[in-house]
C-alpha cells in the first residue's frame, strides 16, 4: 500500500483501528495479567481482535504490543521475553491485515529521565529491542503513543529512526488545563509537540486518549496552527471516562464518534480512530461517516 503519509497526500482520509485493552478484557483478560503476554498464551483471541477491526473498516491495525517495552514488561518477570512478545505482536497484526498496514505501538516505559529513574541509553536500547522485534514480525510503522515527555518521546523517535525502516507515528496524550488549554502531566503542548516532532524526523504527528471527539477537535486545530501539511493522526475516547460500579466506563456511542468524526476531517485530521472504550463498532460508524 505504499507509506501512510504519501496516502494521506491523496487526500482520502484513513481509518485506524480502535481499543485493544477493552477487547482483551472482553476476553477474559484479568486485572494483573499482561495483555501482551497474551500475544503467546492466547493467539487466537489477539488475532480475532485485530481481524475485527480489519472487518469494520480500518485501513491500518496496530498491535498488542503498549505495554511492550522491557520495562513494563519487567513488572511481569517477562523483560527477557522482549522480543518474542513484540515479534509475535506484530506477526498477529500482519496476519490479520492482509493488505491493510500495520502500525506496531509502542507505550510509554513508565520511567522519567529527568528524574534519574533510567538513563537514556537505556531508554534507547528499550525502544530499539522493541522497535526491531516488531519490524520483524512484520509491521509497517511505529506508532509511538500517549507520550507525555518529549525526551522520552525523541528517544523513542531516534531508536526507531537509527534501527529500522519503518515509518514513523507519534502521538501524545492532552488534558484540558483551567486555563482552557491543553497540556500533557509534563506540561507539553500540541504545538511544541508538533514542533519537536517534525523537527525530530516523527513522519505523521497526533493525540491519542485522555479525550473524547470534541476535545480531539481542539487540539487538531492547534496542531494545525503550527504545521498545515504534517498528517494528524488522532484515536479518541469513547468520551471522557465515568466510573459506574466502581469501574470506568466510556459514555460515546458509536453513532456519537461518528457524528463528530467528519469535524475532525474538516479541522485537519488525516487518520481516525479510537482510544479507551471503542470497540470495532465505533470503527465501523466512524469509517462510515467520513469515506
Same mark, same amino acid.
Given at each position: 500500500?505504499?507509506?501512510?503519509?504519501?496516502?494521506?497526500?491523496?487526500?482520502?482520509?484513513?481509518?485506524?483501528?480502535?481499543?485493544?485493552?477493552?477487547?482483551?478484557?472482553?476476553?477474559?483478560?484479568?486485572?494483573?495479567?499482561?495483555?501482551?503476554?497474551?500475544?503467546?498464551?492466547?493467539?487466537?483471541?489477539?488475532?480475532?481482535?485485530?481481524?475485527?477491526?480489519?472487518?469494520?473498516?480500518?485501513?491500518?491495525?496496530?498491535?498488542?504490543?503498549?505495554?511492550?517495552?522491557?520495562?513494563?514488561?519487567?513488572?511481569?518477570?517477562?523483560?527477557?521475553?522482549?522480543?518474542?512478545?513484540?515479534?509475535?505482536?506484530?506477526?498477529?497484526?500482519?496476519?490479520?491485515?492482509?493488505?491493510?498496514?500495520?502500525?506496531?505501538?509502542?507505550?510509554?516505559?513508565?520511567?522519567?529521565?529527568?528524574?534519574?529513574?533510567?538513563?537514556?541509553?537505556?531508554?534507547?536500547?528499550?525502544?530499539?529491542?522493541?522497535?526491531?522485534?516488531?519490524?520483524?514480525?512484520?509491521?509497517?510503522?511505529?506508532?509511538?503513543?500517549?507520550?507525555?515527555?518529549? &525526551?522520552? +518521546?525523541?528517544? =523513542?523517535? /531516534?531508536?526507531?529512526?537509527?534501527?529500522? !525502516?519503518?515509518?514513523?507515528? @507519534?502521538?501524545? #496524550?492532552?488534558?484540558?488545563?483551567?486555563?482552557?488549554?491543553?497540556?500533557?502531566?509534563?506540561?507539553?503542548?500540541?504545538?511544541?509537540?508538533?514542533?519537536?516532532?517534525?523537527?525530530?524526523?516523527?513522519?505523521?504527528?497526533?493525540?491519542?486518549?485522555?479525550?473524547?471527539?470534541?476535545?480531539?477537535?481542539?487540539?487538531?486545530?492547534?496542531?494545525?496552527?503550527?504545521?498545515?501539511?504534517?498528517?494528524?493522526?488522532?484515536?479518541?475516547?469513547?468520551?471522557?471516562?465515568?466510573?459506574?460500579?466502581?469501574?470506568?466506563?466510556?459514555?460515546?456511542?458509536?453513532? &456519537?464518534? +461518528?457524528?463528530? =468524526?467528519? /469535524?475532525?476531517?474538516?479541522?485537519?485530521? !488525516?487518520?481516525?480512530?479510537? @482510544?479507551?472504550? #471503542?470497540?470495532?463498532?465505533?470503527?465501523?460508524?466512524?469509517?462510515?461517516?467520513?469515506?
Amino acid at each position: 500500500m505504499g507509506k501512510i503519509s504519501d496516502m494521506v497526500k491523496r487526500n482520502r482520509v484513513l481509518i485506524s483501528d480502535g481499543a485493544w485493552g477493552t477487547s482483551l478484557q472482553q476476553k477474559g483478560l484479568l486485572a494483573g495479567e499482561c495483555p501482551e503476554e497474551w500475544n503467546i498464551s492466547h493467539r487466537s483471541d489477539v488475532l480475532e481482535i485485530a481481524r475485527n477491526y480489519i472487518y469494520a473498516g480500518s485501513d491500518m491495525i496496530q498491535t498488542n504490543s503498549f505495554g511492550g517495552s522491557r520495562f513494563k514488561l519487567a513488572h511481569y518477570g517477562l523483560d527477557s521475553k522482549a522480543e518474542e512478545i513484540n515479534r509475535a505482536a506484530a506477526e498477529i497484526s500482519r496476519e490479520a491485515a492482509g493488505d491493510k498496514l500495520v502500525i506496531a505501538s509502542l507505550g510509554p516505559t513508565g520511567k522519567i529521565l529527568m528524574m534519574g529513574d533510567v538513563s537514556e541509553e537505556q531508554l534507547y536500547e528499550g525502544f530499539r529491542e522493541q522497535a526491531v522485534a516488531l519490524e520483524a514480525g512484520g509491521a509497517d510503522a511505529a506508532c509511538i503513543e500517549t507520550m507525555a515527555a518529549l &525526551d522520552e +518521546a525523541l528517544c =523513542a523517535v /531516534k531508536a526507531v529512526q537509527e534501527n529500522t !525502516n519503518l515509518e514513523i507515528i @507519534c502521538t501524545f #496524550t492532552f488534558d484540558k488545563t483551567s486555563a482552557g488549554d491543553f497540556r500533557t502531566m509534563m506540561g507539553v503542548s500540541p504545538s511544541s509537540m508538533t514542533t519537536a516532532l517534525i523537527e525530530a524526523g516523527a513522519e505523521i504527528i497526533g493525540s491519542n486518549c485522555g479525550n473524547g471527539m470534541e476535545q480531539m477537535i481542539c487540539i487538531v486545530k492547534e496542531i494545525r496552527n503550527t504545521s498545515s501539511d504534517i498528517p494528524v493522526l488522532i484515536h479518541a475516547n469513547a468520551g471522557l471516562p465515568v466510573v459506574k460500579d466502581g469501574n470506568n466506563t466510556f459514555p460515546e456511542t458509536p453513532e &456519537d464518534m +461518528a457524528g463528530l =468524526a467528519p /469535524k475532525l476531517a474538516e479541522v485537519g485530521a !488525516n487518520i481516525i480512530g479510537g @482510544c479507551c472504550g #471503542t470497540t470495532p463498532a465505533h470503527i465501523a460508524a466512524i469509517a462510515g461517516a467520513v469515506q
